[in-house]
């Protein structure tokens, strides 16, 4: 089992129906292939963490790298897991607007235990955050 994480930036800033089509989608390949993850938005940047075996791993990332509504695809980690850090997320998913950025992404990785992937995530939130 693997982790991948990446950051990337929209071609235009989303809009909800875009981001909720990018999340179905999202959530109903990861269901079928066994993946989890975390995706957060800041403005047109996007940070995502996916877990899971490492050939549905590369699939899905092959699928995201050839998605032209993005460009600037940095992988930023890859590494063999032993245990999965959002096990139950079939794709989590948060915005800031309705709160700031870093304080949602705070609570969301409060219970990782891996500090690296925990700063990468809560640096990205607080370059990003967008308070109310």
Same mark, same amino acid.
């Given at each position: 089992?693997?982790?991948?994480?990446?950051?990337?930036?929209?071609?235009?800033?989303?809009?909800?129906?875009?981001?909720?089509?990018? &999340?179905? #989608?999202?959530?109903?390949?990861?269901?079928? %292939?066994?993946?989890?993850?975390? $995706? /957060?938005?800041?403005? @047109? =940047?996007?940070?995502?963490?996916?877990?899971?075996?490492?050939?549905? &791993?590369? #699939?899905?990332?092959?699928?995201?790298?050839? %998605?032209?509504?993005?460009?600037? $695809? /940095?992988?930023?980690? @890859? =590494?063999?897991?032993?245990?999965?850090?959002?096990?139950?997320?079939?794709?989590?998913?948060?915005?800031?607007?309705?709160?700031?950025?870093?304080?949602?992404?705070?609570?969301?990785?409060?219970?990782?235990?891996?500090?690296?992937?925990?700063?990468?995530?809560?640096?990205?939130?607080?370059?990003?955050?967008?308070?109310?």
């Amino acid at each position: 089992m693997e982790q991948l994480v990446y950051v990337s930036t929209s071609r235009v800033m989303p809009d909800s129906a875009t981001i909720e089509a990018i &999340l179905s #989608a999202s959530r109903r390949n990861n269901a079928r %292939d066994g993946l989890t993850g975390l $995706l /957060v938005t800041g403005g @047109r =940047r996007f940070l995502q963490v996916l877990e899971g075996p490492s050939e549905q &791993l590369a #699939a899905a990332y092959t699928r995201i790298r050839a %998605d032209e509504r993005h460009f600037a $695809l /940095v992988q930023l980690s @890859r =590494r063999p897991i032993v245990a999965r850090s959002f096990a139950d997320w079939s794709m989590g998913f948060e915005q800031g607007y309705a709160t700031s950025l870093a304080s949602v992404v705070e609570q969301l990785t409060e219970r990782v235990a891996d500090p690296d992937l925990k700063a990468q995530f809560r640096s990205f939130a607080e370059m990003h955050s967008q308070p109310a």
